[in-house]
């Protein structure tokens, strides 16, 4: 479904002087309805395979595919949330849910409606983003990206500014509304917990220029007990911090 | 407003413990404004001028700022910014009071003169003011308004509506130097309005008119700012 095959990826600094790499020979698949965590250390290029994959920037070399059909522009099939949620200010949380139903000119006030509820969000209506809480623009944000039904759902840290119980809570709703839609999902965060209770697959990269390290397929249904998979847990941190690949894996 | 009350206060005081009746006329005493004041709104010279002064204040920097917000927006842009940046830049150092003798060549005594250089005034604060206010719209929104799926007429009302409040503020402080100008635009070539009251009080040996020229600047000023405030207040409510 989505396909990165052998990307590099490098960045102009703003002050000048030589590219730096942020991807070399980059590979990732993630199947339909799949969730995919990426794990690494800040600044290791993960936001750039999301950036990559909804259109916002394009490979040096390599494939980038969806569906069979290379990313070449920016689309509602592939919509990203970002940590900041990028909520309009300006726009009450109905308003915001259905912009991208608006601009695609199908308004639907049912749809929006759904949404909302889905999120947890009624009552919140007509309140504007400065109104709202952390863990609730993030809903928001959810609720925006997912009215459009994306193929493909793009989340970069979407919960890393939220404290540890608003986290936790929204791990479960945003399970919840994947699971009506089943977008495949790329999820980036920096929690070994959060991509162990999300992630049917766990990608370790290394530091900049991004490589993968290690890929874990983890072997639990929905709902998942993050507690009961201490092994896992453990080998896990320890490829982040620099140790082995685990026995049996790769990129 | 308490402590506005007691400087007042204190000023009556000392006025009458020092002052004697000439000196009086001189560094007139609050008492002595007041008289000045009814005086001058009871002839309805206070009016007129208030009048005055409020219409080239209203159309000078309207213009001003409406032309300004063009620019400004522009300035932000890649080619036309690149082209508008450095003549703006030039100009901005040049005081608008120093346009006043060319104004007066080419538009002689008139109402074009003076809201010509009250409409120069606002224009550079208020494009100065926007083009910052453009070249920070977060890019986050715009982005994420081509995500889902926004044209280039919405992601263009996204960027808009993202700077509005800067934009706003612009406005509020192009207005605000309007005023400023005003009273040195008026003192040169003008027959009527606050600025020609506060000169009166000179050309009268009447100081006590240029108190109440100076209070009735400070009102109108301050009502401007309220109403522009008001208005922006409801335009973005939402921050």
Redesign the interface.
């Known amino acids: 479904m989505i396909r990165l095959r052998s990307v590099n990826k490098a960045f102009a600094p703003a002050a000048g002087g030589p590219a730096v790499d942020a991807l070399v020979g980059f590979d990732l698949e993630v199947g339909g309805g799949e969730i995919v965590a990426i794990l690494g250390p800040s600044g290791s290029g993960k936001t750039t395979v999301l950036k990559l994959v909804a259109g916002f920037e394009r490979a040096d070399a390599g494939v980038v595919e969806v569906n069979g059909a290379p990313v070449t522009t920016i689309s509602p099939q592939r919509v990203l949330v970002q940590q900041d949620s990028a909520l309009f200010p300006w726009l009450n949380v109905e308003d915001n849910i259905g912009f991208g139903l608006r601009a695609q000119g199908r308004a639907d006030g049912t749809a929006v409606g759904q949404w909302v509820r889905r999120l947890g969000l009624v009552g919140a209506e007509r309140r504007y983003p400065k109104e709202l809480s952390g863990g609730m623009r993030q809903r928001v944000a959810l609720a925006r990206a997912l009215a459009v039904r994306p193929e493909v759902l793009l989340l970069d840290e979407p919960f890393g500014a939220l404290d540890a119980i608003s986290r936790d809570t929204m791990q479960d709703v945003l399970e919840e509304a994947w699971s009506i839609t089943r977008p495949s999902v790329i999820l980036v965060t920096h929690s070994v917990d959060e991509a162990l209770r999300l992630a049917d697959r766990v990608v370790v990269v290394s530091e900049r220029p991004a490589r993968v390290r290690a890929t874990v397929e983890v072997p639990a249904g929905r709902p998942r007990d993050v507690a009961a998979m201490g092994e896992l847990r453990r080998a896990l941190r320890e490829v982040i911090r620099g140790g082995d690949a685990m026995p049996g894996e790769g990129a | 407003m308490r402590l506005t009350v007691l400087l007042v206060a204190a000023w009556e005081l000392l006025g009458r413990l020092l002052l004697d009746a000439h000196d009086a006329n001189f560094v007139p005493m609050p008492s002595g404004v007041a008289v000045e004041l009814f005086a001058v709104a009871g002839s309805g010279e206070l009016w007129a001028a208030l009048w005055r002064s409020a219409l080239r204040v209203a159309v000078g920097g309207s213009v001003g700022a409406a032309l300004g917000v063009l620019a400004g927006a522009l300035g932000a842009s890649g080619r036309a910014g690149a082209v508008l940046r450095a003549p703006l830049a030039l100009l901005r150092p040049i005081p608008p009071i120093a346009w006043i003798p060319l104004t007066l060549l080419w538009f002689g005594v008139s109402e074009l003169q003076q809201v010509v250089i009250l409409a120069g005034a606002t224009f550079h604060v208020v494009a100065l003011g926007v083009g910052d206010a453009a070249r920070r719209v ?1 890019e ?2 715009v ?9 280039v007429g ?1 992601t263009t009302e ?1 960027r808009v ?2 700077a ?1 409040p800067g934009v706003l503020t612009a406005v509020r402080e192009g207005f605000a130097v309007a005023w400023f100008v005003l009273v040195a635009a008026e003192f040169v070539s003008a027959a009527q309005g606050v600025g020609v009251l506060v000169l009166e009080g000179r050309d009268l040996l009447l100081p006590a008119r240029t108190f109440v020229g100076m209070g009735a600047l400070a009102a109108a000023g301050a009502l401007t700012d309220w109403a522009v405030r008001g208005a922006s207040g409801w335009l ?1 409510r ?2």
């Open positions: 977060p986050g929104l982005a994420a308004a081509r995500n889902l799926g926004a044209g919405l996204v509506r993202a509005l973005v939402w921050t």
